[in-house]
């Protein structure tokens, strides 16, 4: 499918503040971008680089006053995601070296401390590997409510956990830490999906399974296609669509997804 993504975000700076955006989506597995569209107001100098991701990173100075961005991109996608029960378990010494971070505890996921559960929830997975990280998402599609307003930017995978109540950051960070904890690589995943209800920009996992990356999306009951990623990282702190410098007040976001005729 071709789908037209895109968000709008209105700010209020009260200096000139430093900004890094992180709002292009680029080529690459399950879709390509067509064309694209990025609008700043007032007009200000803007330089790009790739951070150590591969995430495309737009900095400049934002002036005091109303300020707005404005990103669109028509992207063809893939209209499902792969499915490989049975695949099987990396051993970490086999691991590429570029995937082995995605192993460690971060800022928002201790999978350190979450061992217990992890084994818990996949005690009678026979097959080490993509088994035991569907058994993880439907765990967590299973057992913690969605709910916006229940959690904030210092939400960790050990809140989600023990409150059992989040939206997608906080299903994300709880999937990756326990993927980690069983030591399956798990990246986080920002972007767009279609159809998505409430619409807005939404996350999920991936993990590093049989030589290659499987999608798994803890807040959908079964497994949907029809994604755009924008930035991949270790947890939201590497994958943060605005990161300001100074008092920057986001007054209003707008986010679209549509099938887009070919």
Same mark, same amino acid.
Request: aromatic share 10%; net charge negative.
């Given at each position: 499918?071709? !789908?037209?993504?895109?968000?709008?975000?209105?700010?209020?700076?009260?200096?000139?503040?430093?900004?890094?955006?992180?709002?292009?989506?680029?080529?690459?597995?399950? =879709?390509?971008?067509?064309?694209?569209?990025?609008?700043?107001?007032?007009?200000?100098?803007?330089?790009?680089?790739?951070?150590?991701?591969?995430?495309?990173?737009?900095? #400049?100075?934002?002036?005091?006053?109303?300020?707005?961005?404005?990103?669109?991109?028509?992207? =063809?996608?893939?209209?499902?995601?792969?499915?490989?029960?049975?695949?099987?378990?990396?051993?970490?010494?086999?691991?590429?070296?570029?995937? !082995?971070?995605?192993?460690?505890?971060?800022?928002?996921?201790?999978?350190?401390?979450?061992?217990?559960?992890?084994?818990?929830?996949?005690?009678?997975?026979?097959?080490?590997?993509?088994?035991?990280?569907?058994?993880?998402? /439907?765990?967590?599609?299973?057992?913690? /409510?969605?709910?916006?307003g229940t959690s904030d930017a210092s939400t960790s995978a050990i809140d989600t956990a023990a409150h059992r109540v989040g939206v997608c /950051?906080?299903?994300?960070? !709880?999937?990756?830490?326990?993927? /980690?904890?069983?030591?399956?690589?798990?990246?986080?995943?920002?972007?767009?999906?279609? +159809?998505? *209800?409430?619409?807005?920009?939404?996350?999920?996992?991936?993990?590093?399974?049989?030589?290659?990356?499987?999608?798994?999306?803890?807040?959908?009951?079964?497994?949907k296609g029809n994604r755009v990623t924008v930035a991949y990282g270790r947890?939201?702190?590497?994958?943060?669509?605005?990161? =300001?410098?100074?008092?920057? !007040? #986001?007054?209003?976001?707008?986010?679209?997804? *549509?099938?887009? +005729?070919?």
């Open positions: 499918m071709h !789908l037209h993504v895109g968000c709008t975000l209105q700010f209020e700076a009260q200096d000139n503040t430093p900004v890094i955006f992180m709002l292009r989506p680029r080529s690459g597995s399950g =879709q390509w971008i067509i064309s694209e569209e990025y609008e700043i107001m007032p007009h200000v100098p803007v330089t790009e680089f790739t951070d150590r991701y591969g995430n495309l990173c737009q900095r #400049l100075v934002a002036p005091a006053g109303p300020f707005s961005v404005r990103t669109a991109a028509t992207v =063809q996608t893939n209209d499902t995601i792969d499915v490989a029960h049975g695949a099987p378990f990396v051993p970490i010494e086999d691991l590429p070296d570029d995937v !082995l971070h995605f192993l460690l505890p971060s800022r928002y996921c201790q999978s350190d401390q979450l061992g217990e559960l992890a084994a818990d929830i996949t005690a009678t997975v026979e097959t080490p590997g993509y088994d035991q990280a569907e058994a993880i998402r /439907r765990w967590i599609n299973q057992n913690i /409510r969605y709910e916006y /950051r906080d299903f994300t960070h !709880l999937g990756m830490a326990l993927c /980690r904890s069983l030591n399956i690589p798990a990246r986080m995943v920002v972007g767009y999906l279609h +159809e998505l *209800k409430p619409m807005d920009l939404h996350a999920w996992f991936e993990a590093y399974i049989d030589g290659r990356w499987y999608t798994f999306d803890a807040t959908q009951t079964e497994p947890d939201a702190a590497d994958v943060a669509f605005t990161t =300001q410098f100074g008092p920057m !007040l #986001l007054n209003t976001m707008e986010v679209w997804v *549509k099938a887009a +005729e070919q």
